[in-house]
C-alpha cells in the first residue's frame, strides 16, 4: 500500500469516527432526555433527582454508560485528526489536540458518575429516614457540583470549545476544509460559550442565563462535528482514481524546414 493510500485510510477512518461519535451521542442522549427529562433534571435538587433515577432502574443506568462512552468515542478521531490532515508538526493543532482530549475525558467523568456514584446515592435516599436522606443530599450536591457543574460542564465544556476555535482557525487560514466549516465552527462555539452561564449560576445565584444556550450550543455543536467528519470523508476521495482520458488518435503535421545553424551556438 502506498504512502498517499495510507493517508486517504487514515482520512476516511477518521472523518467516519468523527461522523458516528456525533450521531451515537445524539441517539443516546435523546433517549436520556426521554426517559430521563435531561439535561434539565441537573438543576433540579436531590429530592426530585435522586427518586427519578431509582425509578428508572438499570436501563436508565445503562443509557448513562451508553451516553458517556459514545461521547467518549470522539477522543479518537479527535487525536487522528492532526496526522490525517497533515498537520502533525502544527503546533495550535498538537496543543489543541491535547486540549481536546483532555476535554473529552472531563466530560466522560462527569457523565459515569452517574454509573458508579449515583446509584448507591438513590438508593440510600429512597430507603433512608430523614437522618439518611439529609446526608444523601449533602453528598450529591457536593459531588454533582464537583464532578457535574466543575468537572463536566464547566472545564469539560471550555476545552472542547477552545479545540474547536483552534481547528475553525486552522481551516480558515490554511484552506484544508471548506472555509464555511471554519466560520460555523465559531458560531456554535460562541452560542455553546453562553452556556457557561447556566453552569456558573449554579455557584454565583443571579449570574445571567440564556436558558436556550445550553440546546443550541449542544445540538449545534454536535452537528458540526458530524460536518466535519463528512468534510474529511469527501477530501478522502480527491483525486482517489485516476482522470479518465480519451485515446487521441495521432494528426499529421506539416513539415517544416530544416533549421540552420545559428553562429554561436553549439549543434
Not at 48 to 56: D, E, H, M
Not at 123 to 136: F, M, N, P, W
Not at 171 to 194: A, T
Request: proline share 7%; hydrophobic share 50%; net charge positive.
Amino acid at each position: 500500500m502506498t504512502t498517499t493510500d495510507t493517508g486517504r485510510k487514515l482520512l476516511r477512518v477518521t472523518g467516519a469516527l468523527f461522523v458516528v461519535s456525533a450521531l451515537a451521542f445524539a441517539a443516546a442522549a435523546t433517549t436520556l432526555s426521554v426517559t430521563f427529562d435531561w439535561p434539565d433534571i441537573l438543576r433540579e435538587p436531590a429530592s426530585v433527582v435522586l427518586p427519578a433515577f431509582a425509578a428508572g432502574g438499570p436501563g436508565l443506568v445503562w443509557t448513562w454508560f451508553a451516553t458517556a462512552w459514545t461521547y467518549g468515542l470522539l477522543a479518537v478521531p479527535l487525536l487522528l485528526l492532526p496526522v490525517a490532515l497533515g498537520l502533525r508538526d502544527h503546533p495550535a493543532m498538537t496543543v489543541a489536540t491535547y486540549v481536546g482530549a483532555a476535554s473529552v475525558l472531563l466530560s466522560l467523568i462527569g457523565f459515569l458518575r452517574w454509573v458508579f456514584v449515583v446509584p448507591p446515592l438513590a438508593g440510600s435516599y429512597v430507603t433512608g429516614d430523614s437522618t439518611t436522606r439529609a446526608a444523601v443530599d449533602a453528598a450529591w450536591t457536593a459531588q454533582h457540583q464537583f464532578g457535574g457543574a466543575l468537572l463536566g460542564e464547566h472545564l469539560g465544556q471550555l476545552l472542547v470549545i477552545a479545540w474547536s476555535v483552534t481547528l475553525s482557525v486552522v481551516i480558515l487560514r490554511s484552506g484544508i476544509l471548506p472555509r464555511w466549516l471554519g466560520l460555523g465552527g465559531f458560531l456554535v462555539s460562541i452560542v455553546y460559550l453562553l452556556n457557561q452561564g447556566d453552569i456558573l449560576a449554579t455557584a454565583v445565584p443571579g449570574f445571567p442565563v440564556w436558558d436556550l444556550a445550553g440546546l443550541l450550543g449542544s445540538t449545534g455543536w454536535g452537528l458540526w462535528v458530524a460536518a466535519l467528519g463528512v468534510c474529511i470523508l469527501i477530501r478522502s476521495t480527491r483525486g482517489s482514481r485516476p482522470a479518465a482520458t480519451t485515446p487521441v488518435a495521432p494528426t499529421p503535421s506539416a513539415p517544416t524546414a530544416p533549421r540552420q545553424p545559428t553562429p554561436g551556438t553549439r549543434n
